[in-house]
């Protein structure tokens, strides 16, 4: 079955066609810059040139960067205030006239490689942390989503993790990957003595240069920690899946 997957980010927003029982993306995904400042009207219009771009016809899934409950926006760190209190699903629906299902992005990520990735067939504790302009987090129970754990908003270095381990960080900071790796690190052990998960999958665009940071990141970490095998597409495949009832 042929979804469109759309993955709302603070700073892109890409989408792609996703076959739904083997999670290929069908065509070259689509990239557009988040619209700045990211507001309900400029987001919607966006979302309305990926469903022109493909032509597409059907169900639509979206992964949204903030907290949702039902379709309904709880926060939006990275993208307008105006979106909180807002039906997403119900304003992409009057937009386009398709059926939508709209989720946390990290949790779509999640879902995405839980069943196709790296977190295939694991049980245990898994949790997906995705860096990139926020830091996204997915948590999994024996195979089942707690969904948004926002664990990119905990406390490190008496400020939000996000603004200081992200990717986005990373850059506007100007930091070497060894500084940076250092700050993830900090940011996985907290994590760690948290949660204490099995399994640490960490995505995001970053995921493809693993090996510059990832060894470093993860020392000390009695979980084991992996890069994310759909890299940044995840986001995309997982949001098409959570259309299903029962993605996984
Ligand atoms: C948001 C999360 C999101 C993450 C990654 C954070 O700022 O609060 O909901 O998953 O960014 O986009």
Redesign the pocket.
């Known amino acids: 079955m042929k979804v469109l997957g759309i993955d709302i980010?603070?700073t892109g927003i890409k989408g792609a066609p996703v076959d739904l029982s083997s999670g290929a993306i069908l065509a070259e995904p689509l990239h557009l810059p988040t619209p700045q400042p990211a507001t309900v009207g400029a987001v919607l219009k966006t979302i309305q040139k990926v469903i022109r771009h493909f032509q597409f016809s059907g169900p639509v899934g979206v992964g949204?960067?903030?907290?949702i409950h039902d379709g309904v926006v709880g926060?939006?760190?990275?993208l307008s205030p105006g979106w909180i209190g807002k039906n997403a699903e119900k304003l992409f629906k009057h937009a386009t006239r398709l059926p939508f299902r709209v989720i946390?992005?990290?949790?779509a990520a999640g879902l995405a490689e839980m069943r196709f990735g790296a977190g295939k067939k694991e049980k245990g504790t898994v949790i997906l942390i995705?860096l990139?302009?926020?830091?996204?987090?997915a948590v999994f129970i024996q195979g089942r989503l707690m969904p948004?754990t926002?664990l990119?908003?905990l406390p490190l270095h008496g400020r939000d993790a996000?603004k200081t381990a992200s990717a986005k960080a990373r850059e506007k900071h100007d930091w070497g990957w060894k500084k940076w790796s250092r700050r993830v690190g900090e940011y996985l052990q907290l994590v760690e003595k948290l949660i204490s998960p099995d399994l640490i999958i960490v995505g995001g665009g970053v995921s493809r240069r693993a090996e510059k940071w990832l060894p470093r990141a993860s020392r000390g970490i009695r979980a084991k920690v992996v890069p994310a095998k759909l890299y940044n597409e995840a986001g995309i495949v997982g949001a098409a899946m959570a259309t299903r009832p029962c993605p996984l």
């Open positions: 980010g603070g949204f960067p903030g907290v926060t939006a760190a990275n946390n992005d990290a949790d995705t990139g302009t926020g830091i996204g987090s948004n926002e990119g908003h996000e």
